[in-house]
């Protein structure tokens, strides 16, 4: 509604014809986050990586769908996020692209909620792209109750073009059902093990490499992070530009 990269002073809205502000950012550290690029799937792992498998690939819109299902939705009810912290970028072929993350321990976003909502907070299980940095890492999530000062920011002036229920000429919804927690519901995280494993490999540079390294480490793109997060970096870079996604995949993926 109002910038392809909301950050403080911006909202979150619902769709039409509700057209409610959710959520109000209030705070943000960073102030790089994406409303563009929908939440990484199972499919999309085959689609772009070639992975196949069972478990799947982490991914977020299984994690989203398993976290509402105790609240007896469906995938279907999973709808595009707030990609938080994600550095995006419209290249000049008109793609969406990404840059490393630029945030680090400390940064954060507050929001304030102007209504209850039912919230997912997903640390995106992708490690092998820049949406990431290459790796997962954790999120805090705390949540308070609103003093009078939050309070006071809440935005209660309606308009009558944000459509109501009543102002709907067919006010049966279809899908409209009450949320009912599911008292036994346990979920279930088949990648969980995998994605907790930690894996070291000693990389040996020749003379050339070891040059280039240090030449990198002097670089602003790499301020600040170690020599193994350079050469994941360039690693996955290497990797991710050498591939071909695409239709064409899927038909042959016996032969990559």
């Known amino acids: 509604m109002q ?28 102030g790089l986050n994406d409303v563009n690029f929908p939440m990484c799937s199972a499919f999309l792992y085959e689609y772009v990586f070639g992975l196949l498998g069972s478990p799947a690939h982490s991914n977020c819109a299984d994690i989203f769908s398993e976290a509402i299902r105790e609240w007896g939705l469906t995938p279907d009810d999973v709808h595009d996020p707030f990609n938080g912290f994600t ?5 000049p072929k008109g793609t969406l692209e990404f ?8 940064d954060h976003i507050d929001f304030l909620s102007h209504f209850d909502t039912l919230a997912v907070p997903i640390s995106c299980g992708s490690d092998m792209s820049m949406f990431n940095n290459f790796e997962i890492k954790g999120l ?22 944000q459509r109501t229920l ?9 899908v409209d059902r009450e ?6 519901f346990v979920a279930e995280w088949p990648w969980l093990e995998t994605v907790k494993t930690k894996v070291s490999i000693d990389v040996l540079l ?3 490499e070891a040059q280039l390294l240090k030449k990198l480490k002097n670089e602003a793109e790499f301020s600040g992070l170690t020599e193994a997060e350079i050469i994941r970096h360039c ?8 591939l071909e996604p695409g239709p064409d995949r899927l038909t042959g993926l016996e032969d990559t």
Do not use: C
């Open 3 to 30: 910038r392809l990269h909301p950050t403080k002073g911006d909202h979150l809205w619902s769709a039409s014809p509700r057209d409610r502000i959710m959520y109000s950012i209030i705070e943000d550290t960073v």
């Open 99 to 106: 840059d490393r993350v630029a945030a680090s321990e400390g």
């Open 166 to 174: 009543e102002q709907f000429k067919t006010q049966t919804i279809k």
């Open 179 to 184: 949320l009912r927690r599911e008292p036994n």
């Open 235 to 242: 690693l996955f870079r290497w990797w991710e530009e050498t």
């Open 140 to 161: 805090k999530i705390q949540i308070f109750h609103g003093n009078d000062a939050d309070k006071a920011k809440l935005i209660t002036k309606k308009s009558d073009l």
């Open 87 to 91: 550095n995006s970028q419209v290249s």
């Open 206 to 208: 020749d003379d050339q």
